[in-house]
């Protein structure tokens, strides 16, 4: 018996998930076959969606390798560039208008 098949057994999971969806689509007067072949159907979309993603996946993988080696192998040729952080002024103009107010307010009303 080969170890590998050709064709992967779906998942229990993606099994359920595809009768779910072909039960929901089910049309007055279908035939159980009929939801079976549907079902069967929406697996292979569902195994082929999955493929594409990992085949994407990998991709993206190799492509940030790719990008490390080559930062790697620039080393610190290149000086990279610094970000600066700057704080914009009005919550600070905020802040200080609002303990004036509230110093103000203090003496004014010293009662409260």
């Given at each position: 018996?080969?170890?590998?098949t050709k064709h992967p057994?779906?998942?229990p999971e993606t099994r359920e998930e595809a009768m779910k969806i072909a039960r929901?689509?089910?049309?007055p007067g279908q035939t159980k076959e009929q939801t079976k072949l549907i079902a069967q159907g929406i697996q292979k979309?569902?195994?082929?969606?999955?493929k594409q993603q990992k085949a994407?996946?990998?991709e993206l993988d190799k492509r940030h390798g790719h990008r490390a080696d080559q930062k790697a192998q620039?080393?610190?040729?290149?000086?990279?560039a610094t970000v600066v952080y700057r704080q914009h002024?009005?919550?600070w103009l905020l802040l200080v208008v609002s303990w004036v107010a509230f110093v103000i307010y203090i003496v004014l009303f010293p009662d409260y």
């Open positions: 018996m080969p170890r590998y057994k779906p998942s929901g689509t089910q049309r979309g569902i195994d082929q969606y999955k994407k996946a990998r620039q080393g610190e040729q290149k000086p990279s002024w009005l919550p």
